[in-house]
């Protein structure tokens, strides 16, 4: 699995990006959003019970994110089509406000490591990535469990400051200053 200090792997993808007739798919690449601060989290299946979960309040933090110059991504390995007919389905997906990525042949997952060993679908794998392409944050559920998304704008927050954040550290908090 990449880790801290790797850089985010090439891609270029399609993604369900809205509802709006001839509107509702485009090509995303990692240059898409070059200079801005990715926020990349994949989830097993379309069409589940934990997913939209996450994705749901992903998109409600959408602004917030935004507010700090980052991008949401969303992944999984279903296709564009998939991440569309969920979308019109699921009523707490129909607005989302960030592209959900069809990795359908499995690179972009495969080259991040997230592939589940013996399911072979994506991981709840979080990745922060810096406006370099740099990743600057990794995490990982099991399957079972969803993320928290308030700890990952936080860990966005504290990496955003350039400066050493204690646990538990919240923005607005003081940094440590190196002895």
């Known amino acids: 699995?990449?880790?801290?200090?790797d850089k985010l792997?090439?891609?270029?993808l399609q993604a369900a990006v809205s509802l709006e007739k001839g509107k509702e798919f485009s090509e995303i690449t990692d240059q898409s959003y070059a200079g801005k601060w990715q926020?990349?989290?994949a989830w097993p299946m379309d069409f589940t019970f934990v997913c939209p979960t996450e994705l749901e309040a992903f998109g409600k933090k959408n602004?917030?994110?935004k507010d700090r110059d980052a991008q949401i991504l969303g992944l999984s390995i279903d296709t564009h089509f998939v991440h569309l007919a969920w979308r019109n389905n699921h009523p707490d997906l129909k607005s989302l406000p960030y592209p959900m990525?069809?990795?359908t042949k499995r690179e972009l997952s495969q080259a991040l490591g997230i592939l589940h060993k013996t399911d072979g679908v994506d991981?709840?794998?979080t990745f922060i990535v810096d406006p370099q392409g740099v990743i600057r944050h990794v995490s990982?559920?099991?399957?079972?469990?969803g993320r928290n998304v308030d700890e990952t704008l936080r860990v966005l927050d504290a990496l955003q400051t350039d400066e050493l954040c204690p646990c538990n550290w919240k923005k607005g908090d003081a940094t440590l200053k190196a002895a």
Do not use: H, I, Y
């Open 140 to 145: 990982v559920n099991d399957l079972s469990v």
């Open 123 to 125: 991981l709840r794998a």
């Open 101 to 103: 990525l069809a990795d």
């Open 9 to 12: 792997p090439a891609f270029k």
């Open 39 to 41: 926020v990349v989290f």
């Open 1 to 5: 699995m990449l880790t801290v200090g």
């Open 63 to 65: 602004a917030e994110f």
